[in-house]
């Protein structure tokens, strides 16, 4: 088993950064991928970016490219989304999750464990 707590979230103007942490407790060592999706209100999850266990490779969707960057500290076992510029159409419920396939994944169903979520609110 492996336990995600995401944090960071809140609430800020358009243009404005945050930054996401998901913190991964238990059996890490069976993880192959991380990823961070979320979900608007009336809409399907989304794939936003994931990385590697080993930091080595990387995915983002295209909506976020140039904008959000997706990072890991291995002592910490946390993995950061780091979200600049951001808009209004990003307002979403952000998840964490952790996956034990081999290989990067856009598809929430390739991904074992999940976090609560934090509410990220853009305003115009």
């Known amino acids: 088993q492996v336990q995600l707590v995401e944090s960071g979230g809140g609430l800020v103007q358009a243009g404005g950064s945050l930054r996401l942490s998901c913190a991964a407790s238990?059996?890490?060592?069976?993880?192959?991928?991380m990823g961070w999706f979320r979900q608007a209100p009336g809409k399907e999850r989304e794939f936003v970016a994931n990385?590697?266990?080993?930091?080595?490779?990387?995915q983002y969707a295209d909506s976020v490219k140039g904008r959000f960057t997706i990072s890991r500290d291995a002592a910490k076992n946390t993995v950061y989304l780091q979200m600049n510029n951001l808009k209004p159409e990003d307002t979403a419920v952000y998840y964490c999750?952790?996956?034990?396939?081999?290989?990067?994944?856009?598809?929430?169903?390739?991904?074992?464990?999940w976090g609560q979520g934090t509410q990220v609110t853009v305003s115009s």
């Open positions: 999750s952790a996956g034990k396939g081999s290989g990067l994944f856009t598809g929430w169903w390739n991904y074992d464990y």
């Open positions: 238990g059996r890490t060592s069976s993880t192959y991928g």
């Open positions: 990385i590697k266990w080993s930091g080595s490779s990387t």
